[in-house]
């Protein structure tokens, strides 16, 4: 795999910016093209029409997401490298790289190593404009590590120590050392219903839907773009 050139490891600061504008999707899209610009990219993405058909983006929110991509990775692959170092800039009081390693991991569909624009928007499209069960089959894929289709307890106390070791060792008020695998307990308790020591999707799926903050923070995504 052809790593990035070296200009796509730009600023870390100018990355998590841009980062951001393309997820809250405060480019403006009169600033973009009419069609993808191509000209200094390594990787060409599906056609615009194709992508369209593909995900539940219009054809002027593509260009806006295309533009913030390829302004990050001009070579239009972002390998988990370059994903962590994005990533970091949200969470500068701790250490994101675990989580954002099991972030790639669920972008990275077809687990060549890198993320292409086709997999980011796919990713994107179920995020933002999925279907309660869209979002929680991907929230699901996340959370199963080793993609054998459950979530064992092992593999959600590595997600919780990663969450927590993302927030911080110097929040307020400050987080117990045993609060990751009480979060486990709690989650197995809530989650595991025959009580066989795995989360199944069915489990998992069935829990979400029957938990009301869970259902409220799914509409947080509704008009993010």
């Known amino acids: 795999m052809n790593r990035c050139p070296r200009r796509c490891r730009s600023p870390l600061g100018q990355a998590a910016r841009s980062l951001y504008q393309l997820v809250t999707g405060s480019l403006s899209p009169d600033s973009v093209d009419d069609e993808f610009e191509l000209s200094t990219v390594c990787h060409r993405p599906e056609g615009l029409e194709q992508l369209q058909?593909?995900?539940?983006?219009?054809?002027?929110?593509?260009?806006?997401?295309?533009?913030?991509?390829k302004n990050e990775?001009?070579?239009?692959?972002?390998?988990?490298?370059?994903?962590?170092?994005?990533?970091?800039?949200?969470?500068?009081?701790?250490?994101?790289?675990?989580?954002?390693?099991?972030?790639?991991?669920?972008?990275?569909?077809?687990?060549?190593?890198?993320?292409?624009?086709?997999?980011?928007?796919?990713?994107?499209?179920?995020?933002?404009?999925?279907?309660?069960?869209?979002?929680?089959?991907?929230?699901?894929?996340?959370?199963?590590?080793?993609?054998?289709g459950c979530i064992t307890k092992e593999e959600m106390l590595d997600i919780m120590k990663s969450i927590y070791d993302m927030?911080?060792?110097?929040?307020?008020?400050?987080?117990?050392?045993?609060?990751?695998?009480?979060?486990?307990?709690?989650?197995?308790?809530?989650?595991?219903?025959?009580?066989?020591?795995?989360?199944?999707?069915?489990e998992f799926i069935e829990s979400c839907q029957k938990d009301e903050n869970i259902m409220r923070s799914m509409q947080l995504f509704d008009n993010v773009i």
């Not at 058909?53 to 991509?69: A, C, N």
């Open 53 to 69: 058909e593909q995900t539940k983006f219009t054809r002027k929110e593509l260009q806006v997401l295309y533009r913030g991509f």
């Open 167 to 202: 927030m911080g060792k110097y929040t307020y008020p400050a987080l117990r050392e045993e609060a990751p695998r009480e979060h486990v307990e709690s989650f197995f308790q809530k989650m595991d219903r025959n009580k066989d020591g795995v989360v199944t999707i069915e």
């Open 73 to 148: 990775c001009p070579s239009g692959i972002v390998n988990e490298e370059n994903f962590k170092q994005i990533y970091s800039q949200f969470f500068p009081q701790g250490d994101s790289s675990t989580y954002a390693t099991f972030l790639f991991n669920a972008f990275d569909t077809n687990h060549d190593g890198s993320v292409s624009f086709e997999d980011f928007v796919a990713g994107l499209s179920v995020i933002l404009r999925g279907t309660v069960d869209d979002r929680l089959n991907w929230a699901f894929n996340l959370y199963d590590l080793n993609k054998d």
